[in-house]
């Protein structure tokens, strides 16, 4: 499987990092298909045409809006028509954490609900195809690791539908500070948008090593050119690399730490039928852990103590389903730093033929593989064997891993 690298040349944005795409190889019915399954077919045009930037080729991508009237579009529209968009779960999860990044950095800079944030630029069809068809891209190519140098900015203005606006604009800021993105200095650069919003949302949400690879080799790379014009050339390259890492490199980055919101709250007017559904609920829109236990309350009233450990960047969101599906009048909150080993999901070749498991990378570079419970489950009930019979068959009989997902 290959590994993907992204160079911005200088920055990046998301009509080039298609076209580039593009231009590595990935069909245009890839591109488009995810556009046909959400009902967008109608309202755009792309072409991939021929360019040159200070005499480089490359590909440009070029998306023209067709429906009679732009259509002003809501994060919470957008939310809707991806999830209920007939997508697969991996592409439909990408796309939905690239929108709902922007949309979460658009609701600080203006001090609203990301619920409530309008997308202009965001929202207009050649930024949903820029990022739908950059997500389908990368889904498609499917590497076991993507990489990115540090991206330029740039300075000066740009005109928005907001009005004019200082580079970079303030989303693009809040979404470096959310993501701990590193980028290059560009204090001697000439004036212009080197990074869009756009290109810094797909970097922040599509990469996992932010750093070029100590040693590589170049197996294919394709090259999107952009729309303005500076004195040096304006593109974005992307490479197909075999990377050659040993494992005292994963032991800089594994275990990370990342911040993640505790929520919890003490209800003694639920039942417990309804605190379950809760729970579930929490568990469904993507909690990364709850835990409930009884307690004895005030008037000794029997309640529940329910805690929640959350995506920092979705605290806003779980903190409206605490008011909206549960009893409880107030919320405990707090953010709090955990070290995580990398892991990742896949499907693994044994004598019950393909199971899915998941392997977890030690700091050593050892990786550990274990069946997911719900399989070994299954496998327990159909074989009539034990769950320790069942673990060790799968161990012994373990062969080739098909990743569904990057180190994460």
Not at 86 to 108: C, N, P, Q, R, T
Not at 164 to 185: H, T
Request: with cysteine; hydrophobic share 35%; proline share 5%.
């Amino acid at each position: 499987m290959d590994e993907v690298l992204i160079e911005c040349s200088p920055g990046i944005s998301g009509d080039m990092l298609l076209g580039a795409f593009y231009d590595l190889g990935v069909p245009k019915k890839v591109i488009e298909q995810p556009l046909i399954d959400l009902g967008l077919k109608d309202l755009y045009q792309i072409e991939f045409t021929e360019a040159k930037s200070c005499s480089i080729r490359g590909i440009k991508a070029k998306v023209e809006n067709i429906a009679c009237s732009p259509i002003k579009r809501t994060w919470r529209s957008i939310k809707d028509l991806i999830l209920n968009g007939h997508l697969e779960d991996k592409l439909k999860k990408i796309i939905y954490e690239v929108f709902e990044s922007l949309a979460i950095a658009e609701g600080k800079v203006h001090g609203i609900e990301s619920e409530d944030v309008h997308f202009h630029e965001i929202g207009a069809i050649d930024s949903l195809v820029d990022i739908i068809g950059v997500c389908a891209s990368l889904n498609y190519l499917n590497p076991r690791r993507v990489y990115c140098n540090e991206p330029t900015l740039g300075k000066g203005f740009v005109q928005t539908e907001h009005g004019k606006l200082s580079v970079p604009p303030p989303a693009v800021i809040e979404l470096i500070r959310q993501k701990n993105i590193k980028v290059l200095s560009n204090r001697d650069s000439i004036e212009g948008e080197f990074s869009t919003p756009t290109g810094i949302a797909l970097l922040a949400n599509l990469v996992n090593y932010p750093e070029l690879p100590s040693k590589y080799s170049i197996n294919s790379y394709g090259v999107g050119i952009g729309n303005l014009k500076f004195p040096f050339p304006n593109l974005v390259r992307v490479y197909k690399i075999t990377s050659f890492e040993d494992s005292s490199n994963y032991e800089q980055i594994n275990p990370k730490c990342e911040e993640i919101s505790i929520q919890e709250a003490w209800i003694d007017d639920q039942t417990p039928e309804d605190i379950s559904n809760f729970v579930e609920k929490l568990r469904i829109e993507g909690a990364y852990d709850v835990s409930f236990q009884s307690i004895y309350m005030k008037k000794n009233r029997i309640g529940f103590s329910i805690q929640a450990i959350l995506p920092i960047e979705k605290k806003e969101f779980f903190r409206r389903l605490w008011f909206d599906y549960s009893n409880t009048i107030g919320v405990r909150e707090r953010t709090q730093s955990r070290w995580i080993l990398l892991r990742r999901r896949g499907e693994c070749s044994t004598t019950f033929g393909n199971i899915k498991v998941k392997q977890t990378l030690k700091p050593d570079g050892t990786i550990i593989m274990k069946p997911e419970n719900d399989e070994v489950l299954r496998l327990k009930l159909k074989h009539k064997i034990s769950t320790y019979e069942i673990r060790k068959i799968i161990k012994e009989s373990s062969k080739e891993f098909k990743a569904f997902e990057n180190w994460k």
